[in-house]
């Protein structure tokens, strides 16, 4: 069983509308994330949280506000949507910030803006 | 900005042959290094983590980090199909949190029976 889940696993959007990705870890993690993969691009960090702090953005847009409501919950709320939002997001978490744990990924959730 | 590069893009060996999968990195600085893979449709599974020079194993992976070439390559023993999937390497920069790893383009590889 998945022991991080995204919901929903695929998204189709119009554009200038507004969504949001839901990413919930049961591994007992303090640290989730959030990565995206864009067509013909790699993997690229865009949040880091940890104990429900926002640690580290890279992500220069505000339209993309990460949400954590509880410790294993990290979501991701998506506004103005345009089609170069178009990607699969990726939920990731560690057990910590320190550098020798392991991010463990969800399944990501495709999102298509029209 | 740290630069991740994957080669080759696809690589398809026979059933029980050696794959060998190259990751090179520009931030001499880098000081964790991991390979993931991506089935598809299917989330990132870490296969094998290494932190200094030398060779790390992990069932039938091994990673092989050189930092002064600035490589990183990980080594398949035996594949069977099922180890067809897309190959990611991961490299943290020096003093930069674990959450920003940065990540190459993959390789594909392509196990035949």
């Known amino acids: 069983d998945p022991k991080i889940i995204q919901k929903p696993k695929y998204l189709v959007a119009v554009t200038g509308s507004e969504k949001i990705l839901i990413c919930e870890q049961y591994l007992g993690h303090n640290a989730m994330y959030w990565y995206r993969q864009s067509a013909k691009k790699p993997l690229e960090f865009m949040f880091s949280y940890s104990y429900q702090k926002l640690m580290d953005n890279q992500t220069a847009s505000s339209r993309f506000q990460p949400q954590s409501s509880k410790k294993n919950h990290l979501d991701l709320q998506i506004t103005a949507l345009k089609p170069d939002d178009s990607a699969t997001y990726f939920c990731?978490?560690?057990?910590?910030?320190?550098?020798?744990?392991?991010?463990?990924f969800g399944e990501g959730s495709r999102l298509i803006v029209v | 900005q740290q630069k991740v590069q994957q080669s080759p893009e696809s690589l398809t060996v026979s059933e029980g042959a050696m794959a060998s999968l190259n990751c090179t990195f520009s931030?001499?600085?880098?000081?964790?290094f991991r390979w993931y893979r991506q089935h598809s449709g299917k989330g990132l599974e870490v296969l094998v983590s290494i932190f200094s020079d030398g060779e790390k194993e992990e069932g039938s992976f091994t990673a092989h980090l050189n930092r002064a070439s600035l490589h990183v390559f990980l080594h398949i023993r035996e594949p069977q199909p099922s180890d067809s999937a897309l190959y990611l390497c991961?490299?943290?920069?020096?003093?930069?949190?674990?959450?920003?790893?940065?990540f190459g383009a993959g390789t594909q590889l392509i196990v035949i029976p």
């Open positions: 991961a490299v943290r920069k020096g003093g930069s949190a674990l959450g920003r790893l940065h």
């Open positions: 931030d001499r600085s880098s000081d964790n």
């Open positions: 990731a978490s560690s057990q910590d910030r320190h550098s020798g744990n392991t991010l463990y």
